[in-house]
């Protein structure tokens, strides 16, 4: 099938035979396979390992098929069982399972099934990351800036780390909009996105489209004159650009910047700081 990058499928099965026909097929197929033999075993092994497709026998060892199903989360998961009473295959396919094959199975089916599935879980991963990143900047979204926002202030809290949270806003963008019309001012937001992004490198970074030419940002480890180096870093690279303006309000199009930086304690409000750099923002556009 000419995968660009092998996907991983775990085969839960006790059988060596079927297993080892299983592991062949999918092999030839471009695809890599993970082996467990008992329920216990393939429990304790997707703790470690993330497959984009299980393949799943009922009779194991250990724990059940149907308990193993159970305790599977967002990940696709294919039954291929000697069972073939309708009801036990509605129950499954109620509880969780993507599909159901019923041994003896012909490889051409098994093939079939499992590229459409595999492709299935593939559009729903890019969906699922589309709708958290912003169309028209390619930077992370508002809904994924609220929920990674407060994991990361947990950590701050947890390991006592400095946390920043900042607000950045293009200036005088209405003017620029009425000067320039709506499709420069798009142009215009995602230019300031892209050489902003380019400055929040860390994994523990995160820069976003907040709504309209505002943006937001938090990041971990700075103190607070590090934090204000930075920021006015970006602040200038983004002049640099030398985007022109309306005469009227400036040569080149800017952007403020307002933020804080502390040491996040147990009880304290996220929300609370963020407000504060909201208010530094419209604080830093009065100069």
Request: include cysteine; hydrophobic fraction near 45%.
């Amino acid at each position: 099938m000419g995968n660009a990058q092998a996907k991983n499928i775990l085969i839960i099965d006790d059988d060596m035979h079927i297993g080892n026909m299983l592991e062949e097929l999918l092999q030839r197929e471009g695809y890599a396979v993970v082996r467990a033999y008992s329920g216990t075993e393939a429990v304790l092994l997707l703790e470690r390992v993330r497959p984009d497709l299980v393949l799943l026998d009922l009779m194991l060892p250990g724990l059940p098929g149907e308990e193993v199903l159970a305790q599977i989360r967002g990940i696709p998961v294919m039954v291929v069982s000697a069972k073939v009473g309708v009801d036990d295959k509605v129950k499954l396919l109620l509880n969780g399972a993507v599909d159901y094959v019923t041994k003896p199975f012909s490889p051409v089916i098994i093939k079939a099934r499992v590229n459409t599935h595999i492709q299935l879980y593939q559009y729903q991963m890019q969906f699922k990351e589309q709708a958290m990143v912003d169309g028209m900047t390619g930077i992370a979204n508002r809904r994924r800036y609220e929920g990674e926002s407060q994991i990361k202030w947990q950590e701050a809290v947890r390991f006592g780390l400095p946390f920043s949270i900042c607000m950045m806003d293009i200036d005088k963008f209405k003017v620029y909009n009425d000067t320039f019309g709506h499709p420069a001012g798009d142009q215009v937001i995602a230019s300031v996105a892209k050489t902003a992004s380019s400055h929040f490198r860390r994994a523990t970074d995160l820069f976003a489209r907040y709504g309209g030419e505002e943006f937001v940002a938090v990041f971990v480890g700075n103190d607070g004159r590090s934090a204000f180096e930075f920021l006015r870093e970006i602040r200038q690279a983004v002049e640099d650009l030398h985007i022109p303006h309306d005469p009227q309000v400036g040569q080149w199009v800017t952007v403020s910047i307002g933020g804080v930086t502390l040491v996040p304690k147990v009880g304290e409000s996220y929300e609370t700081y963020l407000k504060l750099a909201d208010t530094m923002l419209y604080d830093a556009k009065r100069f």
